[in-house]
């Protein structure tokens, strides 16, 4: 997406920037030009990234649940650069888990905290500046892994299913303001978070890559979106399978590692 001279920079507020996707995305974009607000839990690699682009970024180190720091941090860049023309709340946490053990409830409330209610307070603080302009993409990166439900990962793929119904809520109560929600769903891509799965992954993409293609879809306002393609096609067969199937076929895929456990 090349950008003329005479067009004014992006602005963009990006989730989870330290690292994988929102990493990916924020030098797609800074590449560009753009002005970015980089939001992460981790400083240093946010700081790594104003220094490789200066003048382009400013850094926010907050965790997404705190909605009081992500409503600090929204207030500070619009004073600082004006109502964005993207978000994207990509800020996302995964691992194994399972019911019966008492020990994961933290885990899984963690992962819940973090993948849905983190996108719903990243999104918060600017809603109302994009719908007083009229225009912009509020972008949430959900997963295929929240189409069904994959065995051992419980609470992973409850929160992106929450995540892909609250986007389409959302891309619902925002039809005709112009501004635009879009479901972007991941399916494998070479990130740290998927460095740690010790199973094969198929059609695994890396992270530029896929940042790449994810900037197409936001431009054309996609209201959703599955990268790489292949995954798009597994999607819409996980759909239609019956259950008995597709209990069958995923009983005996192995799974991700609890926290604490052996990798």
């Not at 992270?207 to 054309?220: K, L, P, T």
């Amino acid at each position: 997406m090349n950008r003329g001279s005479d067009v004014p920079p992006r602005k963009l507020f990006i989730t989870g920037a330290s690292s994988g996707i929102g990493q990916a995305l924020a030098e797609h974009y800074a590449a560009q030009g753009a002005q970015l607000g980089l939001a992460a839990r981790r400083a240093e690699p946010l700081q790594r990234l104003a220094e490789r682009w200066p003048g382009q970024v400013c850094c926010y180190p907050l965790d997404v649940t705190d909605a009081a720091a992500l409503r600090a941090a929204g207030d500070d860049f619009i004073d600082r650069l004006g109502t964005p023309d993207i978000v994207v709340a990509n800020a996302g946490v995964s691992v194994g888990t399972l019911s019966e053990h008492a020990k994961d409830l933290d885990a899984i409330r963690q992962v819940m905290d973090t993948n849905f209610f983190g996108m719903v307070a990243s999104f918060s603080p600017f809603i109302g500046a994009m719908r007083r302009a009229g225009k912009g993409r509020l972008v949430g990166v959900a997963s295929v892994a929240g189409i069904r439900g994959l065995p051992g990962s419980e609470a992973y793929s409850a929160s992106k299913a929450a995540v892909i119904s609250y986007l389409e809520s959302l891309r619902v109560e925002l039809r005709g303001s112009g501004v635009k929600v879009v479901t972007l769903c991941p399916g494998y891509i070479r990130t740290p978070m998927t460095e740690r799965n010790p199973f094969p992954m198929p059609f695994l993409m890396p992270a530029d890559v896929a940042a790449a293609r994810f900037a197409q879809a936001i431009e054309r306002g996609s209201s959703y979106v599955v990268v790489p393609w292949q995954m798009a096609l597994v999607a819409k067969l996980l759909r239609l399978l019956p259950n008995a199937v597709y209990d069958r076929l995923l009983e005996k895929v192995p799974r991700k590692p609890r926290r604490g456990s052996a990798t």
